[in-house]
């Protein structure tokens, strides 16, 4: 049985990165493992908390990533492939290389947004940090299939 490790970021290209992992899953008898990467709390990256309200925006935000990666699981399930799910927050890149690592990921399957290079060298990529750190197969899901 085959393991699959899938972040997700909720955006466009999500679609066609579950559909791509579910119809792996499928050929290859595999187990999902949905990962999605919530922005790190403030604090940890040197910010003030901030007012109640901004932590109650936070929290909110938080609290519907959770109840979406729950209902892709969950419709992931129904389509008889054995599925979790996982909301963390972190670093993106370091916390789904850690995750391929604690789940025993034989792929990872992720989604890129077809942004240029300006914006890469800009901005980083997360599918670039993926594939330099992983020491595992990555399978990237283009997002010009929209």
Same mark, same amino acid.
């Given at each position: 049985m085959k393991k699959l490790l +899938?972040? /997700?970021?909720?955006?466009? @290209?999500?679609?066609l990165v579950i559909r791509q992992a579910r119809d792996l899953a499928k050929s290859l008898n595999g187990k999902i493992r949905l990962i999605? +990467? %919530?922005a790190p709390e403030p604090a940890f990256v040197g910010d003030d908390v901030g007012p109640q309200v901004i932590r109650n925006q936070k929290a909110s935000k938080f609290r519907e990533e959770h109840r979406q990666i729950q209902k892709l699981s969950e419709d992931l399930n129904k389509d008889g492939i054995e599925t979790t799910s996982l909301l963390i927050q972190g670093m993106t890149v370091e916390e789904i290389i850690k995750e391929s690592k604690r789940f025993g %990921?034989?792929? /990872? @399957? /992720?989604?890129?947004h077809g942004h240029g290079a300006m914006y890469n060298l800009l901005m980083g990529s997360v599918v670039e940090g993926v594939i330099k750190k992983s020491k595992k197969p990555v399978l990237i899901v283009p997002a010009n299939n929209l």
């Open positions: +899938v972040p /997700i970021d909720f955006s466009d @290209v999500t679609h999605h +990467v %919530a %990921a034989d792929l /990872i @399957v /992720i989604g890129s």
